[in-house]
């Protein structure tokens, strides 16, 4: 079984711990580092082999920032956004950044190491109630049925 090494950056040292302590209860996730800033968690991406990082979007120096410039490095790792907010707008800032997860705080509990797992082989997960309109507000109405069944594929 490959490790599956992670970044995780937050502001809030309780939600931090909390992360931090989910993604290792999973024997295949490693926390590699650990960040509460953007420009953090950017110089480490940079720095460190990572396969993931999971963002706070609403964080230090800003979650949509880190995630352009960690989405834009060499053998990128994946990136996911975390955050309490789940407007269409914001979730459509991260993906457009990047992202290719949006999970909501309060909704993911036990389900986090799966979720993570899920998008570093390959899938959109948008654990959020307006993923599909955020979706839709990055592919334009245009490509609204492809959008759905990226969605229901999500969560």
Same mark, same amino acid.
Request: proline share 5%; aromatic share 2%; with cysteine.
């Given at each position: 079984?490959?490790? +599956?090494?992670?970044? +995780?950056?937050?502001?809030?040292?309780?939600?931090?711990?909390?992360?931090?302590? &989910?993604?290792? #209860?999973?024997? $295949?996730?490693?926390? @590699?580092?650990? @960040?509460?800033?953007?420009?953090?968690?950017?110089?480490?991406? #940079?720095?460190?082999?990572?396969?993931?990082?999971? +963002?706070?979007?609403?964080?230090? *120096?800003?979650?949509?920032?880190?995630?352009?410039?960690?989405?834009?490095?060499?053998? &990128?790792? /994946?990136?996911?956004? +975390?955050?309490?907010?789940? *407007?269409?707008?914001?979730? #459509?800032?991260? /993906?457009? @950044?990047?992202?290719?997860?949006?999970? @909501?705080? =309060?909704?993911? =509990?036990?389900?986090?190491?799966?979720?993570?797992? $899920?998008?570093?082989?390959?899938? /959109? /997960?948008?654990?959020?109630?307006? *993923?599909? *309109?955020?979706? $839709? &507000?990055?592919? =334009?109405?245009?490509?609204?049925?492809?959008?759905?069944?990226?969605?229901?594929?999500?969560?």
């Amino acid at each position: 079984m490959t490790t +599956i090494r992670v970044l +995780i950056a937050d502001d809030h040292p309780e939600m931090l711990s909390a992360l931090v302590t &989910a993604v290792e #209860a999973d024997a $295949r996730f490693v926390v @590699a580092a650990t @960040a509460t800033s953007g420009e953090q968690a950017a110089r480490l991406a #940079a720095e460190l082999p990572l396969d993931l990082a999971l +963002i706070d979007v609403r964080m230090p *120096g800003g979650g949509p920032a880190a995630a352009t410039a960690i989405a834009s490095l060499p053998g &990128a790792p /994946v990136v996911v956004a +975390i955050s309490a907010e789940t *407007g269409v707008s914001t979730v #459509a800032a991260m /993906v457009e @950044a990047g992202a290719v997860g949006y999970l @909501a705080k =309060g909704r993911i =509990g036990e389900a986090l190491p799966e979720l993570l797992a $899920r998008c570093v082989h390959g899938e /959109v /997960v948008l654990a959020t109630p307006t *993923g599909a *309109g955020a979706l $839709r &507000a990055v592919l =334009g109405a245009r490509r609204a049925e492809a959008v759905d069944a990226v969605t229901r594929a999500a969560v």
